[in-house]
């Protein structure tokens, strides 16, 4: 599997795994000029937006590993322009989803919540 479908496949299992865990999904690789959010979602009256990284291997470290400052800086610049054409959302966070789906192993989902950078 590409590195294209594997993030494709892991987006639409996070989008499933977040509406299972309560999340309302308000947008999905939402993009302006070349920032992109992964996915929107709003829970508890507060909106969050999500990175999610999906691996099929751990040879070069664990999903959550290979975000770096760089990709969380680009999330911020997506999320305050959303949250200006969205002026209505009070409350916001950044979380992780890593997604890790190793050969006939059970998929693993690592949520890391509220990340700061």
Request: glycine letters at 6%; aromatic letters at 18%; hydrophobic letters at 30%.
């Amino acid at each position: 599997m590409g590195n294209k479908s594997t993030g494709s496949k892991g987006e639409e299992m996070a989008s499933v795994y977040l509406q299972q865990i309560g999340f309302e999904i308000i947008e999905r690789n939402w993009r302006f000029r070349h920032w992109e959010v992964d996915i929107i979602a709003s829970k508890n009256d507060r909106l969050h937006f999500f990175e999610i990284k999906t691996r099929t291997s751990d040879k070069y470290g664990k999903p959550e590993e290979s975000i770096g400052y760089k990709k969380m800086q680009n999330l911020k610049n997506a999320a305050e322009e959303y949250q200006y054409q969205n002026p209505s959302w009070k409350y916001v966070q950044f979380d992780v989803l890593a997604i890790s789906m190793y050969n006939d192993e059970p998929v693993e989902y690592f949520y890391i919540e509220d990340v700061y950078f």
